[in-house]
T-cell receptor, first 113, second 115 residues
């Protein structure tokens, strides 16, 4: 069935380090792909999205490219900040077929000064 | 007002209690959702309401009972819960259900502890 697999956490980085959080998916169709972020004590917030192959979503210095050939949507940021410490969720969604959101288990990121 | 507001933020209840979680959205959306977030597990979709009508129920135990009186409000009524029901319960809304690329907007959740 359809699913999302994220890299295991937790991830700990020093400030200004490069971040990659891997996400791969299994899908029978052509989903849209999302990254959500959850800061401590809060709900999930949409970070970025991509709706078709080769699209690049970007926001707040984060980027992810929809790679159909490798069924991946890895999240990257060139220089992380302490304020980026949060849990990151990869998700896929089928438009026009009902609420078919599939979330990964989340990857916890801690950035230390 | 933030887009999606949930109350209470924290709730501790015994197994024989009855309580309700409340969610209110100020975004003009017409679909609302309840999700359960447990540690190290994917978010679990519990209920979906579109235009105040329940459209999906993912085999949730009957001790959880949703109510959607209008497109802005959603409740989750709880009774005779089990300790394994302890989790973060997230409400979300979207503009349309099953429509193109309509992302979910989440509230901050209610942290529920069942003793």
């Amino acid at each position: 069935g359809d699913s999302v697999t994220q890299m295991e956490g937790p991830v700990t980085l020093s400030e200004e380090a490069f971040l990659t959080i891997n996400c791969t998916y299994t899908a029978t169709g052509y989903p849209s792909l999302f990254w959500y972020v959850q800061y401590p004590g809060e709900g999930l917030q949409l970070l970025l999205k991509a709706t078709k192959a080769d699209d690049k979503g970007s926001n707040k210095g984060f980027e992810a490219t929809y790679r159909k050939e490798t069924t991946s949507f890895h999240l990257e940021k060139g220089s992380v900040q302490v304020s980026d410490s949060a849990v990151y969720f990869c998700a896929l969604y089928y438009p026009n077929t009902g609420n078919q959101f599939y979330f990964g288990t989340g990857t916890s990121l801690t950035v230390i000064p | 007002e933030t887009g999606v507001t949930q109350t209470p933020r924290h709730l501790v209840m015994g197994m024989t209690n009855k309580k309700s979680l409340k969610c209110e959205q100020h975004l003009g959306h017409n679909a609302m959702y309840w999700y359960k977030q447990s540690a190290k597990k994917p978010l679990e979709l519990m209920f979906v309401y579109s235009l105040e009508e329940r459209v999906e129920n993912n085999s949730v135990p009957s001790r959880f009972s949703p109510e959607c009186p209008n497109s802005s409000h959603l409740f989750l009524h709880l009774h005779t819960l089990q300790p394994e029901d302890s989790a973060l319960y997230l409400c979300a809304s979207s503009q349309g259900w099953g429509e193109n690329n309509s992302p979910l907007h989440f509230g901050n959740g209610t942290r529920l502890t069942v003793t």
